[in-house]
């Protein structure tokens, strides 16, 4: 199994710009989450989803959009890049809501200029 | 107030010391409790859970206490392969069934 996999690892994008970050489990999880990670402030949810067709926003969703349209994959899409956007953005899976063992893709690390 | 607050550190020590860190949550309604860690420039690894009743594995020791709503980690005998950020973990968004991460205690062993 390859877990949760991601791509691209790095990319930079000038403000404006869209862009879609992959993500893709293989082991048949229902739950799939996307998260940002910026120093000092811990990970922050961004979407969810629970299975494919739904989804649903976390925390910090403004500028993001999600969708499923599969069980294995779950892109994350960048609106319009702003500054702030500049982080390190983690897909995870877990088998379903119930179970909380998590597993994490390698990241993402997206500047925006 | 955070949901989940952890002592950024970092804690320095020397290889085969002990050492703990300590995390708090604010809803007291939370019912599931992890320890992830965190590699430099890595993606976060579940380290272990943590029950009601404390668990162990190896050289790590987990404990709950509800009453003052913090969780502990112990580790014995520190190895150098054991420096990394330890994530305290909560599910303290009961809505979503979403984890909530402390923003994580740095551990430095030192030879």
């Known amino acids: 199994n390859a877990g949760v996999t991601q791509t691209p690892k790095f990319q930079v994008l000038k403000t404006g710009q869209s862009m879609t970050l992959q993500c893709a489990q293989d082991m048949n999880h229902e739950y799939m989450s996307w998260y940002r990670q910026d120093p000092g402030m811990g990970l922050r949810l961004i979407h969810y989803?629970?299975?494919?067709?739904?989804?649903d926003q976390g925390e910090v969703p403004n500028g993001y959009n999600v969708s499923r349209s599969t069980t294995e994959d779950f892109p994350l899409r960048l609106l319009s890049a702003a500054p702030s956007q500049t982080s390190v953005y983690f897909c995870?899976?877990?088998?379903?809501?119930?179970?909380?063992?998590?597993?994490f893709g390698p990241g993402t690390r997206l500047t925006v200029t | 107030r955070k949901e989940v607050e952890q002592d950024p550190g970092p804690f320095n020590v020397p290889e085969g010391a002990t050492v703990a860190f300590n995390c708090t949550y604010s809803n007291s309604a939370s019912q599931s409790f992890f320890w992830y860690r965190q590699d430099c420039r890595k993606e976060p690894k579940l380290l272990m859970s943590?029950?009601?009743s404390g668990n162990e594995d190896g050289r790590f020791t987990a404990q709950l206490n509800r009453a003052s709503q913090y969780i502990s980690l112990l580790i014995r005998d520190s190895k150098l392969s054991d420096s990394a950020t330890y994530l305290c973990v909560v599910n303290s968004d009961t809505g979503r069934r979403a984890l909530t991460f402390g923003s994580g205690t740095r551990l430095q062993v030192q030879p």
């Open positions: 989803s629970v299975g494919a067709g739904i989804t």
């Open positions: 943590v029950y009601s």
């Open positions: 995870a899976s877990r088998p379903n809501r119930e179970n909380y063992e998590q597993y």
